[in-house]
């Protein structure tokens, strides 16, 4: 899968990196092949860290800011494993959560809040619910794996001065709290531009906007901001990456539920 700010910027973030599991992929022929492609040309980064600014607005105007540590580990053959830590403001100064993403299983989420003093697991019912008061949902929060959706070709548009092949998919999964997205796929190095979260009613319920891709390593685009609006309420929630470092020395023991009480 895509590491955790890719889906989590690409929701996906993205946001992918692993090798396409055996799994029926439901859709169009060419649909399928363009979302294979989108994940094929994230495989092999490994592991990554950011910082990250999360910057909050209320209908209003008025923002708050958020500043976080995310780290990503890419697993073979699954999705990815990612912690986030917040490290300021102080009412969720040391909140920590944790994301097991999969392929054909469903996604494993916990997230330790210091008031509380326990670890609670997110149910798969919950993962429609915002994220630590922002726009992005706990289902946000996962890497982004081919067969979790079916998919069709809706045509071609241009958006943030790319061509871009558009698809429609739909989640496969249980619990989602979309009946379907809009994904805007450029034609040049199949990055995300732009996805549009229709609600169970099928209504326009928040736009993602990826914005300022960098490279790293030759291969990898990042999203260094991304912001999510939410249509309806006029919210909306930004991520901006300060900084992003690969190669970093994570193993699987990094991430682990039963030590997130521990973890600063």
Known sequence: MKSFLSAFFLVGIGLVSNTVLAAEIKGDKEAITIAKERKARDEGWGTNEANVLMVLKNSQGREATRELNVKSLEVENDGDKALTVFESPRDVKGTA?????????????????????????????SKSGPFVGSEFAFEDMTSYEVEKFSYSLLGEDEVNGEKCFVLKQVPEYDFSGYSYQKVWIDKAHYRVQKVEFYDRKESLLKILTLLDYKQFKDKY????????????????????????????????????????????
Not at 99 to 116: K, T, V
Not at 225 to 233: D, E
Not at 234 to 255: A, Q
Request: proline share 3%; glycine share 0%.
């Open 221 to 264: 685009w990042r999203p260094m901001k991304s912001l999510m609006r939410n249509i309806q309420t006029n919210k909306s929630t930004s991520l901006i990456t300060e900084e992003i470092t690969f190669d970093t020395d994570l193993k699987e023991s990094d991430f682990d539920k039963n030590s997130l009480k521990r973890v600063r």
């Open 97 to 125: 959560f944790l994301s097991f993403s999969h392929a054909l299983e469903a996604d494993e989420q916990w997230i330790f809040l210091p008031a509380l003093k326990r670890v609670k697991r997110i149910s798969s019912q």
